[in-house]
Each structure stands twice: as structure tokens, then as C-alpha cells.
């Protein structure tokens, strides 16, 4: 699948310039309208033959969501997907950013052994079962969960791990299963000693977890600049949902080393099985689903209380995009 491509494109540097927005990101399927974003307006730029004036995107792999925090607290970047639940608390506590786009829809799945007894839900009560955080919206998937079988969070024991570690954690029985974004599902499985025992796709379709987060400083200083980065993020997603091999196409680009670095057969396994097991289509922003998000995280205890949507959103981008076309 990489020979397909230009080398140029599969790396997404070398055109510095005062245009350039560094964009924080983890390797995680979630994120993955960031690199084909990333690799479009690269590839929009070097066709450009006007010499009009270009922005460029460059990723910045974080290796999770607490150095993001940080990094975009500080101003050490201006621009990164972000759990939308974490943007709500920060936004709250005066920290000047908004959320200006969605980076995509479903992903999240909870992972059993293959050779666990486990095929309802209501058999983990008393089990281990890993999340990456309390401010992950996978808790909330799982909490979810608990909600629809007349379960608590008390009625299991919560084990908070990074991702990565997950698939190796349930390999050796260390937690009998565990609620992440995808590939850390796909790895498992794909491995032969994990399956599926739910999916967001089938359980939440509306779920948001990972959301276009910018400074307000980027906002007032350079609003064409933020337009142009929300038009490629939906153009990404418009382009990844419309055939498979534009699919195939991210895979080769997601898995280089300037962006996952990871093993493309398991991306490529996370594109194909099932094929919606990650959506990027939708990212219309919608209030009544992220106000349904703030009261699961209110009632888990991780956002004290209601916080206005205008704190944390800027729906003006939205309003006013232009899905960019994805030529790659």
C-alpha cells in the first residue's frame, strides 16, 4: 500500500513555513482523519502551482492524553484532538481553548480472551477489567454498560492502564478484559487470544471521544488558518468513509514513522473488521450529544458540574466549512 504513494506524502515535512500548525495526536484509529488531513493539504500545496499563500499541518505523536493536556495548557502547541470530556474540564477552569470539530465516530470496544467463558456483559460482574482513564470516554462507554444491565462500577473492579499495555495485560490473565479505542482491540484480536464482547458501533452509535481542540489565541490571531485545518479534518472524514480503498490508502500513511509508527496490519484490521468499526463520516457536532456526555461525566465524577456549551465549543467553523477534497 505505501508504494502507492509518494514518499513526500508519507511524511508530511519538509515545508516548513509561517503557515505551519503543529497538531498534538495520539497513534490511535481515532485520530486517524489528523494524518490523512496532515498528507492532503501537503499534497494540495505541492499541486498548487498559483505560489498562493499555503498553511501546512505537521503531526505531533503525544504517548497520551495527560502530555497533550500539558503540552496545550502551556501553549508548547496550539492545536490537538483531545477527549471532549477533558476539553469541558479545562475549558471550565479558564484554560482558553475550544472544541471545533469532531475527529470521528464510534471506535471503542471492550476485549474478553477468546478463551473466556464471557458472552453477556452482566458475566464480568467481580472481574478485572482494565480502562485508560476515569476521564476516558471508554469509562463512560463502560459505566454505559453497567447502567443497561443494573450494574455500578462497584460491581467490578476497575483497573486504569495505558492502552498499550492492555493487549499484553489480558495475554497474561493480569485483568480479564478491557475498554479502549481502537487498534489495542484489534491487536488482541487479531493476535488470536481476544475477541469482541461490545462495540460502540453497536451499543452507543453517537458516542464522541476524540475532538478537534484549538487556543483561543490561534482563533483570534489566525481564523483561516483553524478553517482550513476543520475543512481537511472533514474532508479526511468524508474520504475515509467513502470507499475502502481510500481506507487502505490511510493505513499506508497512518503506519509511517512520522505519524503511528505502527504494524499497518493492524490498522488495516481495524479498517476491515467490521468495516464501520471506526466511522469518520458524521462529524456533524451536535449539542444534546454532548450534553448527554457531560451528565455520564457528571454523574461519574470526573466534571463537578454542568459547564455552558459556549465555554467549550466554537460551532462557528463548523457553520461555515467546506469539506475539502482529499486528492491522494
Given amino acids: 500500500m ?7 506524502l508519507l ?12 497538531v498534538g495526536g495520539l497513534p490511535v484509529t481515532c485520530n486517524l482523519t489528523l494524518p490523512v488531513a496532515c498528507v492532503a493539504r501537503a499534497a494540495a500545496n505541492s499541486a498548487d502551482k498559483a505560489g498562493r499563500p499555503q498553511f501546512l499541518y505537521e503531526y505531533s505523536k503525544y504517548s497520551g492524553w495527560p502530555e ?12 490537538a484532538y483531545m477527549l471532549a470530556p477533558l476539553v469541558m474540564d479545562l475549558a471550565d477552569r479558564k484554560i482558553p481553548i475550544k472544541i471545533v470539530s469532531l475527529g470521528h465516530r464510534s471506535g471503542a470496544v ?8 464471557y458472552e453477556h456483559f452482566k458475566q464480568l460482574a467481580g472481574k478485572r477489567i482494565a480502562i485508560p482513564s476515569r476521564f476516558a470516554v471508554d469509562y463512560l462507554f463502560l459505566r454505559k454498560m453497567l447502567a443497561r444491565e443494573d450494574m455500578t462500577p462497584q460491581d467490578i473492579q476497575i483497573v486504569e492502564m495505558a492502552p498499550p499495555d492492555m493487549p499484553a495485560a489480558l495475554y497474561a490473565k493480569a485483568v480479564d478484559a478491557y475498554c479502549t479505542g481502537e487498534p ?9 487470544y481476544a475477541r469482541v464482547l461490545r462495540m460502540t458501533r453497536d451499543e452507543w452509535r453517537n458516542y464522541i471521544c476524540c475532538v478537534l481542540t484549538v487556543r483561543e489565541e490561534l482563533i483570534q490571531q489566525n481564523r483561516p488558518l483553524v478553517q482550513d485545518l476543520v475543512n481537511h479534518v472533514l474532508g479526511a472524514g468524508v474520504w475515509l468513509d467513502a470507499e475502502q480503498q481510500n481506507r487502505n490508502k490511510a493505513v499506508a500513511i497512518a503506519a509511517g514513522k512520522k505519524f ?5 496490519n493492524i490498522i488495516q484490521f481495524v479498517m476491515e473488521n467490521p468495516t464501520d468499526r471506526v466511522t469518520y463520516g458524521d462529524l456533524r457536532m451536535i449539542r444534546p450529544e454532548f450534553e448527554e456526555l457531560m451528565q455520564l461525566s457528571i454523574e461519574a465524577g470526573t466534571i463537578k458540574h454542568p459547564v455552558a456549551y459556549d465555554t467549550y465549543m466554537d460551532e462557528s467553523f463548523a457553520r461555515a466549512a467546506k469539506p475539502a477534497v482529499i486528492s491522494l
Avoid: H, W, Y
Avoid at 2 to 8: D, E, I, Q, R, T
Avoid at 184 to 192: E, I, L, W
Fill in 110 to 117: 471492550i476485549m474478553v480472551r477468546s478463551d473466556s467463558p
Fill in 11 to 22: 511524511s508530511c515535512g519538509g515545508q516548513k513555513g509561517p503557515g505551519t500548525l503543529l
Fill in 68 to 79: 497533550i493536556k500539558e503540552s496545550l495548557m502551556a501553549g508548547r502547541i496550539q492545536a
Fill in 260 to 264: 503511528f509508527n505502527q504494524d499497518p
Fill in 2 to 8: 505505501a508504494a502507492a504513494l509518494p514518499a513526500s
Fill in 184 to 192: 489495542f482491540g484489534a491487536a488482541a484480536q487479531r493476535a488470536g
